[in-house]
């Protein structure tokens, strides 16, 4: 098993300083909040009963976020959450948000995967469409324009500087027969 796979063990001292056990220095709550935005799992622990402290402190950390003003939980979450420990739901909502966040992180996932491809514009809902209709406002936009067939919504390539060239001498010639 990888470093990385098992949790990091955090040990809280009687004095409620919290020890890295990888490290064999002393952490604070936002470093553990950094350890698990890195993807990282953690375990903390009282050192003296061996209780499991994770929840509590992470639950801190939240709280934390929370009070200053780095609100992610809107109200109605957070009164939910608070029915919930006094209703017979209360066997269902850890489920439920379990799963709300496994697909949250499956979207998420998805979205950085569409992002890596060739051209992430291309995932986007309806962006064949929108390629279409740009397409045939160019044409429709260009249709009679000298040296533009009518099949074809660019100009002709290589040569365009000379295509110019003619195109202007055409006008200059036409704009000389009507002042005529």
């Known amino acids: 098993m990888s470093q990385d796979a098992k949790p990091l063990l955090i040990k809280r001292y009687a004095s409620r300083r919290l020890y890295n056990t990888e490290t ?3 952490v604070t709550l936002e470093d553990i909040a950094g350890f698990i935005r890195d993807g990282r799992e953690v375990q903390i622990v009282d050192l003296k009963s061996g209780d499991d402290l994770t929840r509590q402190y992470l639950l801190q950390i ?3 976020h929370e009070s200053r003003g780095e609100s992610v ?3 109605e979450v957070l009164t939910d959450l608070v029915r919930s420990y006094t ?3 209360q066997s269902v909502v850890p489920q439920f948000l379990a799963m709300s966040f496994e697909m ?4 998420q996932s998805k979205i950085v995967e569409n992002m890596a491809r060739a051209n992430p514009m ?3 809902p309806g962006f064949e469409e929108m390629q279409r209709q740009q397409q045939a406002f160019m044409k429709t936009m260009m249709t ?3 040296g533009v067939k009518d099949s074809d919504t660019k100009p002709s390539g290589g040569d365009d500087l000379d295509d110019i060239k003619k195109q ?3 006008l200059q010639d036409k704009l000389s027969k009507l002042n005529k």
């Open 62 to 64: 939240v709280a934390e």
């Open 122 to 124: 291309a995932a986007m």
């Open 24 to 26: 064999s220095d002393y």
């Open 144 to 146: 009679g324009w000298p």
């Open 168 to 170: 202007l001498a055409e």
């Open 87 to 89: 209703t017979q739901a």
């Open 73 to 75: 939980l809107p109200i």
């Open 104 to 107: 949250l992180r499956e979207g």
